[in-house]
């Protein structure tokens, strides 16, 4: 399943390239996670733990994050998988920013997600429309927190 969108975020691209590289940031900013941890020995690889409610599926999923093609201050991906009750997720996110005319940085982002178990069964609808909503979180959460630092 292919996903993506935009998001503009009034401060300038260093400023937000700063807060996507910030582990810190990056858990505080996603939706339901409760531990987002270094794996030992990787950079930029993280263990976590989120507890996820979508339609008839909710509960814990664990896994993990990493992060690669690191084009400072352009763009990255990152690598996601995870596991939990009866589903597993995998996929990757491309991130790009770039300037806006005017002022301010334009995220693209661009998503392609693998769902098998009972969240796949949930429906491909319902689904695309979930993430929409965690990922419109996620970037206001993010221009949050960029925000209490400018």
Do not use: C
């Amino acid at each position: 399943m292919k996903l993506g969108g935009t998001y503009l975020f009034r401060e300038q691209r260093e400023q937000v390239w700063s807060t996507l590289m910030d582990p810190d940031a990056i858990s505080s900013a996603i939706p339901g996670v409760e531990e987002f941890v270094p794996i030992e020995d990787e950079e930029h690889a993280w263990r976590a733990i989120a507890k996820v409610s979508m339609a008839a599926v909710s509960g814990r999923f664990t896994g993990q994050v990493r992060m690669s093609e690191i084009q400072p201050p352009v763009s990255y991906r990152l690598h996601v998988s995870g596991e939990g009750q009866g589903s597993i997720i995998g996929g990757n996110v491309v991130m790009r920013l770039a300037d806006k005319d005017g002022g301010g940085t334009v995220l693209h982002w661009d998503a392609e997600a693998n769902i098998s178990g009972k969240l796949a069964r949930v429906g491909q609808r319902l689904i695309k429309a979930a993430a929409s909503m965690m990922s419109k979180r996620f970037f206001g959460n993010l221009a949050r927190q960029i925000q209490a630092v400018a």
